[in-house]
């Protein structure tokens, strides 16, 4: 029951910007970190960046100073500000959360998975 739906992908040119957005929804009893995944073609999904509730982020190296990811923790939301865009970030991405969900009297961690959106920067 639990949906992570993304937004804001499409078409840039290089050197352009894109905001994208996440939304978790469903029976959630917390969410403990979300992030941001993104998979090229013939390529393995890969880390882009990662915020924990307290605030705290990580970054790939290849984003570092371009990227900036924050999240609204009242919303179940997480997004990911993409400026100096280049051809190589062209790729599905993905937002991801680490989620506590209640079944029953028990509580259970798993991670889900957005259906992706398309970023695509052109030269």
């Known amino acids: 029951q639990v949906q992570l739906v993304e937004s804001g992908g499409g078409l840039v040119q290089a050197g352009g910007s894109l905001g994208l957005s996440c939304a978790a929804s469903?029976?959630?009893?917390?969410?403990?970190?979300m992030g941001w995944y993104r998979q090229a073609p013939g390529n393995e999904r890969a880390l882009v960046a990662t915020?924990?509730?307290?605030?705290?982020?990580k970054y790939a190296d290849s984003v570092k100073g371009r990227f900036t990811i924050s999240r609204d923790n009242a919303k179940n939301a997480v997004y990911l500000q993409m400026n100096s865009l280049k051809p190589e970030d062209t790729a599905v991405y993905y937002c991801?959360?680490?989620?506590?969900?209640?079944?029953?009297?028990?509580?259970?961690?798993?991670?889900?998975w957005g259906q992706g959106t398309q970023v695509t920067v052109s030269s």
């Open positions: 991801n959360a680490d989620l506590t969900v209640l079944q029953g009297d028990q509580l259970h961690e798993f991670g889900s």
């Open positions: 469903g029976s959630i009893f917390k969410i403990n970190a």
């Open positions: 915020i924990i509730s307290g605030g705290s982020t």
